[in-house]
């Protein structure tokens, strides 16, 4: 019985877990549409609120209209004029008291998780953690800073040490390049490694012996 359950579950744990990710994902961004929406009831005329209350009632346009507008916004961002739009709005936010630290804080960290020319989450390395000897996964996130670096007889990189088996969290250190091993393996790989407890081993492309 024992056996079969178990069987039965690492058929089904994949696929239930899969769903509960997209289902939380959409369900964010169907909140995102219904604030919006919930906003501009509350300004518009008596006799337009009985139509739009029932335009946000259907079912998944909420999710369709914000995933329209981040792919537009994309496209706008994309492009020269784009840009300088931005740029004005950056500047426009930034004279905003309180919100200007939350709001530049939060552009910066985006900024440098997904630009595509950022050097962030982009190389898994084994770092000696929590006592020389014993070695983990940990990603490269960038260089100390100035004052840091200045400050430190080595050559050393930030890096993030996720747990186990929840990734999101974790621990952000500056270690030594000494005293750090590189791994061939990619981003994706380490991570399913590490959620994985160690058990998926990462899969490389081994070429074919010659005769």
């Known amino acids: 019985m024992k056996k079969y359950f ?8 994949p696929l239930a877990i899969t769903i509960w990710v997209m289902t939380w994902g959409l369900s964010v961004l169907d909140g995102v549409f219904g604030s919006v ?3 501009l009831i509350a300004v518009l005329p008596s006799a337009l609120k009985p139509a739009l209350q029932a335009f ?36 426009l936010i ?18 440098t998780l997904f ?3 950022g050097n962030a989450f982009r190389k898994a390395v084994l770092i000696p953690y929590p006592r020389n000897g014993s070695w983990t996964i940990a990603f490269i996130t960038g260089n100390p800073a100035q004052e840091i670096k200045g400050k430190l007889d080595k050559e050393h990189v930030n890096v993030f ?48 012996s010659v005769k």
């Not at 008291?97 to 985006?110: A, G």
């Not at 590189?182 to 081993?201: K, Q, R, W």
């Open 94 to 111: 930034a004279r905003i008291p309180i919100v200007k630290s939350i709001y530049s804080s939060v552009k910066q960290v985006s900024d």
């Open 6 to 13: 178990i069987a039965g579950m690492l058929v089904w744990a």
């Open 115 to 117: 630009s595509s020319k």
């Open 161 to 208: 040490l996720p747990t186990t088996p929840n990734p999101t969290s974790g621990f952000f250190m500056i270690v030594p390049v000494a005293d750090m091993i590189e791994l061939d393996m990619s981003v994706e790989e380490a991570l399913t490694h590490i959620v994985s407890m160690g058990s998926v081993p990462p899969h490389h492309h081994v070429p074919p």
């Open 37 to 39: 929406m919930a906003a």
């Open 56 to 91: 946000r009632e259907l079912p998944g346009v909420g999710i369709l209209i914000v995933v329209v507008i981040i792919f537009t916004t994309g496209i706008f961002a994309a492009n020269f004029a784009g840009q300088w739009w931005i740029s004005i709005w950056d500047r």
